[in-house]
């Protein structure tokens, strides 16, 4: 067990800690893996409750549930697989068509098609057209940012939806919900309801009626539904070494929902979904037999995936963040231990050994780009903090402290090989990684 407070700097952060000050976290096991989620508690120091019998394996951190946050609308659910299917059976009826005209037929089908190119190209470019105007007209503007982006669905129809995943949510998470009483939930209570009254001058903020939910989950997780659901596991709790931390991350999330990033990401892979049934028809038409056309199928939904879909989930992950801190800066948090947390995470999958993959095979950026990212943002939200009448940042830059905390780590662990090697044992400094 270990503390996860601070010092605060506002007022309400010093409130929190006062209720929490016998607060600690017990680091709980899943009875699924063999290892469980690792914890760190980084308060200018490296964990010092770090021990090889009970390590925990850094799952990656998520900033939305294992599936899409907001489910699709109720329509869309019964008519994408019948497109998907309407598209196969098209373009192989197209190909056995071909296959039986006898040899003189198919000569004139071309002789035609030759004659008539203008036409057919002609068609072709106005199904072109067609599908550009209908992306151009439904552009509106990302609040906030101001970024232009597609949304096909009605704002309050979505959160509807919303609403009926939450209830899924609440019961799946129906015995690992902790009370109002418990110590955990005010804590998160407190900080997520210093972040909205501190941008209450936000019209999204103070439209959306939030309600926290806090899982007994080791999982490093959190996120929030369009409708304004708050889910934080106690994982996260775990993983953030103060209450900055966490701030940063929980206006990450109130960023998502303000941002309305689920609809977002919803409409655009509806549109490239209609755009790919005419590929899909193409493929099964083209193919001589249908396994060729399956892993045709299979290639072009990879290429969409990591080509559209996941770049750009990215890039909306990228934009939370940006918001976030920028919401964390007028609540007066130190913006600094933002890119921390990431630092922490990343150390810590290393120390573990995790394979790290590469950022293009993930919906969510790398610790390391995530972590240089904000410390590009973080002197602009110094500046907005300081507009904010925000009391002076004092203390060391955190930053720093982990820096020079994480490199006398590692120095440590590589004066304890022996002479003769050459590589750093990570298992080593595993087992050593809670005396540091």
């Known amino acids: 067990q270990r503390c996860i407070l601070s010092g605060l700097n506002t007022e309400v952060y010093k409130n929190a800690h006062h209720r929490s000050g016998g607060l600690c976290l017990q680091a709980s096991q899943t009875s699924w893996e063999k290892s469980t989620s690792f914890q760190l508690s980084f308060a200018g120091q490296l964990p010092h409750c770090f021990s090889a019998g009970n390590s925990q394996i850094v799952r990656p951190f998520h900033t939305s549930p294992s599936f899409q946050a907001a489910p699709f609308p109720l329509l869309w659910i019964i008519i994408k697989p019948a497109q998907k299917l309407f598209a196969i059976i098209l373009g192989r009826s197209i190909r056995k068509w071909w296959k039986a005209l006898p040899p003189h037929k198919r000569e004139l089908v071309k002789e035609t098609a030759r004659e008539n190119k203008w036409k057919i190209l002609l068609g072709v470019s106005g199904l072109g057209v067609l599908f550009v105007t209908f992306y151009f007209t439904h552009l509106e503007e990302t609040p906030i940012t101001g970024r232009p982006r597609l949304l096909l669905f009605g704002k309050e129809h979505f959160r509807e939806l919303a ?255 022996p002479p003769n090697s050459t590589t750093r044992d990570l298992s080593k400094a595993k087992r050593d990684f809670h005396h540091t």
């Open 163 to 417: 609403q009926m995943e939450c209830e899924m949510w609440m019961e799946k998470f129906e015995s690992k919900m902790l009370p109002e009483t418990d110590t955990r939930y005010q804590v998160v209570e407190r900080v997520f309801g210093h972040l909205c009254e501190s941008n209450k001058d936000i019209p999204q903020v103070s439209a959306l009626k939030w309600v926290i939910h806090v899982v007994d989950e080791p999982e490093i997780n959190a996120f929030v539904l369009p409708n304004g659901a708050v889910f934080v596991f106690t994982g996260l709790l775990d993983a953030a070494s103060d209450i900055d931390q966490l701030s940063f991350i929980l206006g990450h999330e109130i960023a998502h929902a303000v941002l309305e990033h689920a609809a977002e990401k919803a409409s655009l892979v509806h549109f490239l979904d209609f755009l790919s049934l005419i590929f899909l028809t193409v493929i099964w038409a083209i193919c001589p037999r249908d396994s060729l056309a399956v892993v045709g199928q299979w290639i072009q939904s990879k290429l969409q995936e990591f080509v559209f879909d996941r770049p750009y989930s990215r890039t909306l992950e990228a934009e939370a963040d940006r918001v976030g801190l920028q919401f964390a800066a007028k609540a007066c948090v130190d913006v600094r231990a933002s890119s921390v947390f990431w630092q922490q995470l990343e150390l810590a999958a290393a120390v573990l050994g995790q394979q790290k993959f590469p950022e293009w095979l993930s919906t969510h950026p790398s610790y390391e780009n995530r972590a240089d990212h904000l410390d590009k943002l973080i002197p602009e939200a110094l500046k907005t903090r300081e507009s904010c009448n925000c009391p002076s940042l004092s203390a060391p830059d955190p930053r720093l402290i982990f820096k020079l905390t994480k490199q006398d780590f590692l120095e440590s662990a590589e004066d304890q090989q």
